[in-house]
Nanobody, 116 residues
């Protein structure tokens, strides 16, 4: 498994922006499919965005056009640029790493709070 460390969460007003970062300990980081998940209080964890080893990206409908996922393979980093934040984006955001024949790895999470 891979050690994942998230950072960049915080408190922001509606309409504001945040950039989340995730560092992975994997030497073969470039072959992992990476993802951001989030979990709000009393709700199930949900997939926010993914980026595979080719750089193909997917987004859940509610964040498409506002969030951008990216990766920097030489630095073993993944990012989530979040713009036009809404109160319903409030959640703990988790970094996830996946590759075949290996159990998924998860970070500890970083809190994002959108409130005036």
């Amino acid at each position: 498994q891979v050690q994942l460390l998230e950072s960049g969460g915080g408190l922001v007003q509606p309409g504001g922006s945040l950039r989340l970062s995730c560092w992975a300990s994997a030497r073969d980081f470039s072959i992992y499919t990476m993802a951001w998940y989030r979990q709000a209080p009393d709700r199930q964890r949900e997939l926010v965005a993914t980026i595979n080893k080719r750089g193909d990206k997917t987004y859940r409908d509610s964040v498409r056009g506002r969030f951008t996922i990216s990766r920097d393979n030489p630095r073993s980093m993944m990012y989530l640029q979040m713009n036009e934040l809404k109160p319903e984006d409030t959640a703990v955001y988790y970094c996830n790493a996946r590759k075949p024949l290996e159990t998924d790895s998860w970070g500890e999470g970083t809190q994002v709070t959108v409130s005036s």
